[in-house]
């Protein structure tokens, strides 16, 4: 997927097109991808079978943004005994009884599993912000808090892969449209997305800001144009495979001498 989708401080986002497909062909994308998650099947057995690094895959991005169904594409030959999801909502009373990192830790998948994170602690520095819902001085103490936490994650053989859906004004109507007129897709539809969508600059700057703040060489954002679903699930499973292979994982030695043991 090459360089320009990786977040390397400082970016806006305007320079992003939420459009952008770098004139590929659909038709052999949509081969190329399902032959990436074909080969995220093969590599996370052994992930599983090593069981020495966990993957959380995160997304970010504005409602109808696609955030749901890049899961469900992404995970298509994936052995569900290995995944771990967690989609992260208002806090319940519990949750915000601890520390804003506290709900997000528990939700790290154990070794050998792919872990998705639908929403996450990047919210305190999104909706958190836009609604003012904590004073600036503790949203913005924030962004060096999260960084910390996701150094240890890395330090600690947790590989967080993190795209923000950079989606356009005009594509989320569309989305929101259909959800309005489909009536299988009635129920997706909340009329508080109208609200966030009232606040669209004011979540591109908290957007922009996350992403120059929270891409770390520990743990890059990337930011995927979303408008053309093929192409963004293109790159995420592009991303993913390379995320897999880099962890050079072959299959684990036995426990113990087979050589001498015979099956009668
Ligand atoms: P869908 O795409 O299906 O609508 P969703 O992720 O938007 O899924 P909802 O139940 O519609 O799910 O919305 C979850 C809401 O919880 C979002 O508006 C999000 O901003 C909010 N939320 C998540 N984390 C926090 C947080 N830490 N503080 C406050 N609000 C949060
Ligand atoms: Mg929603």
């Not at 320079?15 to 998650?37: M, V, Y």
């Not at 967080?160 to 897709?185: C, I, N, T, V």
């Not at 390379?242 to 099956?263: C, Q, R, T």
Request: proline share 5%; charged share 30%; with cysteine.
């Amino acid at each position: 997927m090459g360089q320009p989708f990786v977040v390397t401080p400082k970016i806006k986002l305007k320079q992003f097109d939420p459009n952008f497909s770098n004139g590929l062909d659909k038709d052999e994308i949509r081969e190329e991808t399902a032959q990436l998650h074909k080969r995220i099947g093969e590599l996370q057995y052994l992930l599983y079978s090593n069981a020495r690094h966990a993957v959380v895959v995160l997304f970010q991005g504005m409602d109808a943004a696609g955030k749901d169904s890049s899961v469900r594409n992404l995970l298509v030959h994936v052995n569900p005994a290995g995944v771990e999801t967690a989609n992260f909502k208002e806090p319940s009373s519990e949750e915000r009884a601890h520390d804003f990192l506290w709900r997000i830790h528990k939700a790290v998948p154990r070794y050998g599993n792919i872990g998705v994170f639908n929403r996450s602690h990047y919210e305190e520095v999104l909706v958190v912000r836009v609604n003012k819902l904590v004073p600036k001085e503790i949203w913005q103490a924030r962004y060096a808090q999260i960084n910390a936490f996701e150094k240890i994650l890395a330090q600690n053989n947790v590989i967080l892969l993190k795209f923000f859906l950079h989606l356009s004004k005009e594509e989320q109507a569309e989305r929101l449209r259909d959800r309005l007129q489909d009536p299988r897709k009635n129920w997706e539809f909340r009329a508080s997305d109208l609200d966030t969508r009232a606040h669209w600059d004011e979540y591109q700057v908290a957007f922009e800001d996350m992403l120059n703040e929270c891409s770390t060489p520990a743990c890059r954002w990337h930011v995927l144009p979303a408008d053309r679903k093929w192409y963004r699930d293109y790159l995420v499973a592009k991303r993913v495979v390379e995320a897999l292979e880099d962890l050079k994982m072959s299959w684990p030695k036995p426990k113990e001498d087979l050589s001498k043991i015979k099956i009668v």
